[in-house]
């Protein structure tokens, strides 16, 4: 009798040791081709400027791992500084751009659900793949569940156990309806787990955010916005701030005025502004004093070479956002987190990061320790080396 052997894998098992009778494989399935297709179609589905840095290298290994990758823009961010200039930097593009005038989350989330699915309904694609945990995030999710698509998560796990938070009911709605769960750090493996995920759907793959840092070095470091600002390498802090548990309230950013007076004493701020942020200091009139901070250099979103440079050689971060966290571990930069919770534990535990509450003493406290070295040095997590998108992109072409 004849034997084949399948040289690959699939859910786990190892194909190849299985040995098929070829006759009863011709009688079943006489297109063998078909029936053994494996994914040759993913749709990605990025809207915020984080989603478009998460994503930089899985189009290009997908063309390399037969798998087209097809990237579907939501326009949830729209500005050319936080959405096309990633693009140009990255040298990619989407191949669909959605045109929404939503202005409340939930009419964002709906009409993006809409035109997911006219998209996908026209590409047919056999995986969905959602980053992160933004509005589009969860859109994504929904149009796949409806559409009868098998649903991908990259970060999924991740829990900041805060539901006043927009993002943390993002995160386990989308969980709740992932078929492949893709994790960036130990944290996220737990909370599935405990939650009673089947451990074989959950693929501790580490941080695409990182292999887009390693992918595009060299341009981060040629490039010469330090030199252009005229700040000297580890005498000037970097900050952003987002967070609508923030930035929404004039209290919030009138006590962060403060912060940065008491920093410019000793340090150069650079601080490029996040749209929300700007329309709010605008709205509660604070925008004039926020300005006149002596030492204090506010900018547009930047480019995203332009911003890791600055981290590069920054002598610490003040933010409150959640990728900071992880780049700033990642380049073993002191990283100030003004929030009573992250998501993204591994900074604290293993990196280099400290949570704090917008208290100008704690604050205080923190920058006196990375003066005078006591601070803590962090170390790199595990799986954040540059390849996790290659994993990815394994685990997906074998499904
Ligand atoms: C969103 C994500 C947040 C993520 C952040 C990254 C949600 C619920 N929030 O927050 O998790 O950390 O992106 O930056 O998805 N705006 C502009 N131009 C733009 C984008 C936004 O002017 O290009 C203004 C608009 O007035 C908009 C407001 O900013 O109403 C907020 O934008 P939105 O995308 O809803 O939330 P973000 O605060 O950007
Ligand atoms: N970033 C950037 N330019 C800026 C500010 C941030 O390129 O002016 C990058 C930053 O390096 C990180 C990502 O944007 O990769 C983080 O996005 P954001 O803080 O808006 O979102 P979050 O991570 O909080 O969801």
């Known amino acids: 009798m004849l034997l084949i052997v399948f040289p690959f894998s699939c859910f786990g098992v190892r194909l190849s040791k299985l040995l098929v009778p070829i006759s009863k494989v011709y009688l079943k399935y006489p297109c063998r081709k078909s029936y053994f297709s494996r994914v040759k179609n993913i749709l990605v589905i990025v809207g915020t400027r984080p989603n478009f840095i998460k994503i930089t290298q899985l189009k290009k290994l997908g063309d390399a791992k037969g798998v087209a990758v097809k990237l579907l823009h939501t326009g949830q961010h729209y500005d050319r500084n936080m959405s096309t200039i990633f693009f140009e930097q990255f040298g990619i593009l989407p191949d669909y751009t959605l045109d929404l005038e939503s202005t409340t989350a939930a009419s964002q989330i709906g009409e993006t659900i809409v035109g997911i699915e006219k998209v996908a309904r026209e590409l047919n694609p056999e995986l969905i793949v959602v980053v992160g945990d933004v509005n589009s995030t969860l859109a ?96 000037y802090t970097l900050m952003t701030f987002h967070r609508p548990a923030l930035v929404d309230h004039q209290e919030g950013l009138k006590t962060l005025i403060q912060i940065l007076k008491d920093v410019s004493e000793k340090y150069d701020i650079v601080l490029p502004i996040h749209p929300r942020t700007r329309k709010n200091l605008k709205e509660f009139g604070l925008l004039d004093e926020f300005n006149a901070i002596k030492g204090l250099i506010t900018a547009e979103p930047m480019g995203y070479f332009e911003f890791q440079h600055l981290i590069l050689h920054a002598a610490f971060i003040v933010t409150d956002s959640g990728g900071i966290q992880e780049e700033t571990t990642f380049r073993q930069i002191p990283c100030i987190t003004v929030r009573p919770n992250t998501e993204r534990p591994v900074t604290i535990d293993v990196g280099t990061n400290v949570l704090v509450p917008l208290e100008r003493e704690i604050i205080k406290r923190h920058i006196t320790e990375i003066g005078n070295g006591t601070f803590k040095k962090g170390k790199i997590p595990t799986h954040w080396d540059g390849k996790s998108s290659d994993r990815i992109m394994d685990i997906i072409a074998a499904l």
């Open 140 to 235: 994504g999710a929904i149009a796949a569940n409806k559409l009868g698509i098998k649903l991908a998560h990259l970060e999924s796990g991740l829990r900041s156990f805060d539901r006043t938070m927009p993002e943390e009911i993002n995160r386990i709605l989308t969980d709740e309806i992932t078929d492949v769960y893709f994790v960036t750090e130990q944290s996220g493996l737990d909370h599935l787990l405990n939650h009673g995920i089947n451990p074989a759907r959950i693929h501790f793959v580490g941080n695409t955010m990182i292999d887009t840092m390693v992918a595009f070095d060299e341009k981060i470091r040629e490039n010469t916005i330090r030199t252009s600002l005229n700040m000297s390498d580890r005498a």
